[in-house]
């Protein structure tokens, strides 16, 4: 059996990744819709239909929990899968803002949130800010162009260095203490961050949480490895057991695929 995850494209690799680290007696499954990336600019009907029709192909093997690794994905179309899908664990992602705010009350600093547009639109992403920022220190910014660079596997310092100074150049920094990663493929990018933002702002992401809940939904330990262990990679065969797959089923994104997970690890190292 395997433990699935789901996502647009290459960004829910960063939570796939984090579960290999710690449950490396587990066989995975991973699914990018490839015919509809990225879900951050479509219509919450559209995200909805593609999530959909994508776990419908995932189902068909053999699964005993799903990870919608997306925060869009889970946005617009979580508890449509817990309903169509109540014999197996279904564990979504959100926006780490509760945390963040508990630092940024720690920190007397604000919380800004990089996400894609949609999410940010929706009342499931207002309805979570609502609840945890009683001091209404959570500003929101859009980084939709950031997920087609990680489609692409632009990784290189300089042009996304020269992207983020862009986004940033109007905003006083020193306000904010924590960003949070609100879209899975955002992880990608924690090096260059750290490199360009004054060292007391901390990044925080919901991957390690989700990969919690999944432990808990499946009764297994909450196994924490040690500082910088990573999971052994060769060429195109990450171990554990890993079978890829996308909706286009296209052999190159296959391979982009294996690429991204071993640029990740290559992070751990």
């Known amino acids: 059996m395997n433990i699935a995850f789901f996502d ?11 579960a290999m680290r ?35 192909l995932v189902m068909k093997e053999p699964v005993q ?13 979580i ?26 009350h720690e920190a007397g600093r604000r919380v800004l949130v990089f996400a894609t547009e949609l999410t940010l639109s929706l009342s499931k992403y207002h309805d979570l800010v609502d609840r945890v920022d009683d001091h209404k220190v959570v ?3 859009p980084l939709p162009e950031l997920v087609q660079y990680c489609e692409q596997l632009q990784f290189a310092p300089q042009q996304i260095e020269a992207y983020f100074r862009g986004k ?15 879209c899975t493929h955002f992880p990608y990018y924690k090096n260059i961050l750290r490199h360009l933002l004054p060292p007391h702002i901390e990044l925080i992401d919901g991957t390690g949480g989700t990969v919690d809940r999944l432990c808990t939904m499946l009764g297994l330990p909450k196994v924490q490895p040690e500082e910088g262990a990573s999971v052994k990679t060769q060429a195109s065969s990450p171990v554990p057991p890993i079978t890829f797959m996308c909706s286009d089923r296209n052999p190159a ?17």
């Open 168 to 182: 940033l150049g109007g905003i006083n920094l020193d306000v904010y203490g924590t960003i949070v990663l609100g």
């Open 253 to 269: 994104y296959l391979d982009k695929m294996a690429r991204a997970l071993a640029y990740l690890q290559s992070l751990q190292a």
């Open 139 to 141: 500003d929101s910014m």
């Open 8 to 18: 647009s494209g290459i960004g829910g690799l960063t939570v796939l990744q984090e």
């Open 65 to 77: 929990a799903l990870v919608v690794a997306c925060n869009t994905g889970t946005s617009a179309a």
């Open 79 to 104: 508890e449509e899968l817990r309903s169509t899908y109540d014999h197996i664990p279904v564990i979504g992602m959100e926006p780490a803002v509760k945390p963040a705010v508990r630092r940024s």
């Open 22 to 56: 710690r449950l490396p007696g587990e066989n995975f499954l991973y699914f990018a819709d490839t015919l509809h990336v990225p879900y951050g600019t479509k219509t919450l009907e559209e995200v909805k239909r593609y999530v959909q029709e994508s776990v419908q």
